[in-house]
């Protein structure tokens, strides 16, 4: 996952020069060992160069003439093979160098600590991930990279079920990732397994530091939202049916493009979709108050100057915590408006504490809004999200969100109520392993 965050530093204008150099060094240094111990290295390395710097450019402004414009032509779509070869090839790489360049980069104890745990918390629960994967990649019922818009991250995924009668309801998904490596492909899992239930899943994908900002997260979440509420009836989704989801920094995000719609709504303003089409909002492990949450960072690695970095300084913190906009006099009639607000945290959460979520209710029950809490005992913050689903079998969070969308449907009840159990992907000793470890 690192890797993203490494090639945008790495092609970013303010930082280039930097990391350039500290790559050189680190290949003058590693090339004369692959040559001598490793040589069967030199291919995949060569075509990672290749591939690095021909796909990996951060975005910059030129002038483009028509005449070129009209030459241009779409590249062929590589084929799943050599994807997966420069996946596992540049994996291997940037591993192997990962710790030599935090060194030369001056990066500290605790990062180096947070990488090591989570390396293995990724290798104790790959037998789920490469499961899980597989499906991504060759499902029939799942289709990938639907652009709605003109960003370079403007894409998301859609995972069909494998009924095609009727008009499925419609869950909006907004990944986490902590504003920097978020990734639509990391909520496969929950699309596959709602999508068994007769659900449909669109991950929406979103530019993330330092390809953009806070405020261009949310106008890419926004965005996407309006194309599923526009669209998704051509792909057999309810438009009247459709439900927003957000995890982490996702449940941040889509929480911050929920508001500011009904702000825009309520003052009458231009709109590219209602949040009367969104039956209830969904938020799992999320951060309402960022003014809450700048030392909480700071002190778990995620550094005060890079997150104030994000979120476009100090005084755009109150602009993007939802819990003080919906406090602010001028949107009481945005906040009437709201759909049905269900937040979930686990008690045990590090990463962002439960009271973020207690927090935002309360406030969020003062100001006239529907809303409810759901806490999970001795719960972390990829608990919900990646090992009990991984777990299969019965899952509180789960079931309770099938049976909040299927609520006004007495034959899907019926359905679920005759469903199979969740499949289990990892064996019970390393999810309690990946339990222990996890850095998050």
Same mark, same amino acid.
């Given at each position: 996952?690192?890797?993203?965050?490494?090639?945008?530093?790495?092609?970013?204008?303010a930082?280039?020069?930097?990391?350039?150099?500290?790559?050189?060094?680190?290949?003058?240094?590693?090339?004369?060992?692959? +040559?001598?111990?490793?040589?069967?290295?030199?291919?995949?390395?060569?075509?990672?160069?290749? *591939?690095?710097?021909?796909?990996s450019?951060?975005?910059?402004?030129?002038?483009?003439?028509?005449?070129?414009?009209?030459? &241009?032509?779409p590249?062929?779509?590589?084929?799943?093979?050599?994807?997966i070869?420069?996946?596992?090839?540049?994996?291997?790489l940037?591993?192997?160098?990962?710790?030599?360049?935090?060194?030369?980069?001056?990066?500290?104890? /605790? *990062?180096?600590?947070?990488?090591?745990?989570? &390396?293995?918390?990724?290798?104790?629960?790959?037998? @789920?991930?490469?499961?899980?994967?597989?499906?991504?990649?060759?499902?029939? +019922? #799942?289709?990938?990279?639907?652009v709605?818009?003109?960003?370079?991250?403007?894409?998301?995924d859609?995972?069909?079920?494998?009924?095609?009668?009727?008009?499925?309801? #419609?869950?909006?998904?907004?990944? @986490?990732g902590?504003?920097?490596i978020?990734?639509?492909? *990391?909520?496969?899992l929950?699309?596959?397994?709602?999508?068994?239930?007769?659900?449909?899943? &669109?991950?929406?994908?979103?530019?993330?530091?330092?390809?953009?900002?806070?405020?261009?997260? #949310?106008?890419?979440?926004?965005?996407?939202?309006?194309?599923?509420?526009?669209?998704?009836?051509?792909?057999?989704?309810?438009?009247?049916?459709?439900?927003?989801? @957000?995890?982490?920094?996702?449940? %941040?995000?889509?929480?911050?493009?929920?508001?500011?719609?009904?702000?825009? !709504?309520?003052?009458?303003?231009?709109?590219?979709?209602? #949040?009367?089409?969104?039956?209830?909002?969904?938020?799992?492990? @999320?951060?309402?108050n960022?003014?809450?949450?700048?030392?909480?960072?700071?002190?778990?690695?995620l550094?005060?100057?890079?997150?104030?970095?994000?979120?476009?300084? !100090?005084?755009? $913190?109150?602009?993007?915590?939802?819990?003080?906009i919906?406090?602010?006099?001028?949107?009481?009639? &945005?906040?009437?408006?709201?759909?049905?607000?269900?937040?979930?945290?686990?008690?045990?959460?590090?990463?962002?504490?439960?009271?973020?979520?207690?927090?935002?209710?309360?406030?969020?029950?003062?100001?006239?809004?529907?809303?409810? $809490?759901?806490?999970?005992?001795?719960?972390? %913050?990829?608990?919900?999200?990646? +090992?009990?689903?991984? /777990?299969?079998?019965?899952?509180?969070?789960?079931?309770?969100?099938?049976?909040?969308?299927?609520?006004?449907d007495?034959?899907?009840?019926? /359905?679920?109520?005759?469903?199979?159990?969740r499949k289990?992907?990892?064996p019970?000793?390393?999810?309690? $392993?990946?339990?222990?470890?996890?850095?998050?």
């Open positions: 996952m690192y890797w993203q965050l490494l090639k945008l530093m790495y092609h970013a204008p930082t280039a020069g930097y990391h350039q150099n500290a790559w050189a060094r680190i290949g003058r240094s590693v090339n004369p060992f692959v +040559q001598r111990y490793a040589p069967f290295l030199n291919t995949p390395i060569s075509a990672i160069q290749r *591939w690095w710097f021909r796909v450019s951060f975005p910059r402004r030129r002038a483009v003439n028509k005449t070129q414009s009209l030459k &241009a032509r590249r062929r779509q590589q084929s799943f093979g050599r994807e070869g420069h996946a596992a090839a540049e994996t291997y940037i591993t192997s160098l990962s710790f030599k360049l935090l060194r030369y980069l001056g990066v500290g104890y /605790r *990062w180096i600590t947070r990488l090591l745990a989570l &390396a293995l918390y990724a290798m104790l629960l790959m037998p @789920g991930f490469l499961q899980v994967g597989f499906q991504y990649f060759f499902s029939s +019922q #799942v289709r990938r990279s639907i709605y818009g003109d960003q370079p991250r403007n894409r998301l859609l995972y069909l079920p494998s009924n095609g009668d009727g008009l499925k309801p #419609v869950v909006v998904f907004v990944t @986490g902590a504003w920097i978020g990734y639509k492909a *990391w909520g496969s929950l699309g596959l397994q709602l999508a068994e239930r007769d659900i449909m899943v &669109a991950c929406i994908d979103y530019r993330n530091f330092p390809q953009g900002t806070i405020s261009d997260m #949310v106008n890419d979440v926004s965005q996407g939202i309006a194309y599923i509420c526009n669209n998704i009836i051509e792909y057999g989704g309810d438009p009247n049916k459709i439900y927003l989801m @957000g995890q982490s920094a996702g449940a %941040h995000i889509s929480s911050c493009a929920l508001l500011q719609q009904a702000i825009k !709504e309520s003052r009458s303003n231009s709109i590219s979709w209602s #949040v009367s089409q969104i039956k209830a909002y969904f938020g799992l492990s @999320g951060g309402y960022l003014l809450n949450l700048v030392d909480h960072f700071h002190n778990r690695g550094y005060r100057s890079i997150f104030l970095s994000i979120m476009e300084g !100090e005084k755009s $913190l109150e602009q993007f915590s939802p819990e003080v919906v406090q602010d006099p001028s949107t009481n009639n &945005a906040v009437s408006v709201l759909p049905h607000m269900v937040l979930f945290h686990g008690t045990t959460d590090s990463s962002i504490p439960s009271d973020e979520s207690k927090a935002f209710v309360n406030t969020l029950h003062r100001m006239g809004a529907r809303a409810e $809490l759901i806490l999970y005992d001795a719960k972390t %913050h990829t608990d919900l999200f990646l +090992q009990d689903p991984l /777990r299969g079998g019965k899952d509180e969070l789960f079931d309770y969100v099938v049976a909040f969308i299927h609520a006004d007495k034959e899907a009840l019926a /359905r679920d109520a005759m469903a199979p159990p289990r992907y990892v019970e000793i390393l999810l309690r $392993l990946a339990h222990r470890v996890s850095p998050f």
